[in-house]
């Protein structure tokens, strides 16, 4: 290594100007995520109070919830999805400006939950591809945080892009739930 490399422009840290482009559409990408409404059942409570003033998602670049598809690249499915409403998921999905992401949230959107029947979708990953699964029944508010948190390392880190073009399908990362009794430490409400 010369004295030119240490002292010039390989002695800079690794910031917003020295980043490769990719890197900084990635950092766009990740702290500008437009959520499209679809809550479905008790699970929507839940979202709508991740997305009020003590949670803050402000701070994660998405405190405006899109009532048009075409706004917005982030689908959080709250909820069971019936037969009937799986036609329609799809067709908003389909809508949704590229890249789009999926969160499936709480047990009956990602597995059907304890509705096994005939007319509930056993898991909305029979629709779309998903990329995080948050557990719970319904979730609270700090794990669908942790969720999103998730999903933003993941586009971060461009492996969800990745996998999708050579796959078709989502990353499928299940995020732990909380522990009972044990309140959360990297995910605080702002004051």
Not at 109 to 131: I, K, R
Not at 167 to 182: K, L, M
Request: proline fraction near 7%; aromatic fraction near 6%; charged fraction near 15%.
């Amino acid at each position: 290594m010369s004295d030119r490399d240490v002292h010039g422009l390989g002695a800079l840290p690794h910031n917003f100007f020295t980043g490769t482009l990719e890197e900084v559409v990635q950092w766009a990408r990740k702290n500008s995520l437009w959520p499209a409404t679809f809550g479905l059942a008790c699970c929507a409570l839940e979202m709508m109070a991740m997305g009020a003033a003590h949670y803050d998602v402000a701070r994660f670049g998405m405190e405006v919830f899109r009532a048009s598809p075409r706004q917005a690249d982030l689908m959080i499915v709250a909820g069971r999805v019936s037969q009937k409403m799986a036609p329609v998921l799809r067709q908003v999905y389909d809508q949704m400006m590229e890249p789009k992401w999926v969160i499936s949230m709480g047990v009956c959107a990602s597995t059907g939950g304890m509705f096994n029947n005939y007319a509930l979708v056993q898991g909305v990953d029979q629709v779309v591809p998903v990329d995080v699964y948050v557990p719970g029944c319904p979730p609270n508010p700090q794990t669908l945080l942790h969720g999103i948190i998730t999903l933003h390392d993941l586009i971060r880190t461009g492996e969800i892009a990745s996998r999708r073009d050579r796959t078709g399908a989502g990353a499928e990362v299940h995020v732990e739930g909380p522990v009972p009794g044990e309140q959360p430490v990297s995910i605080s409400p702002s004051r």
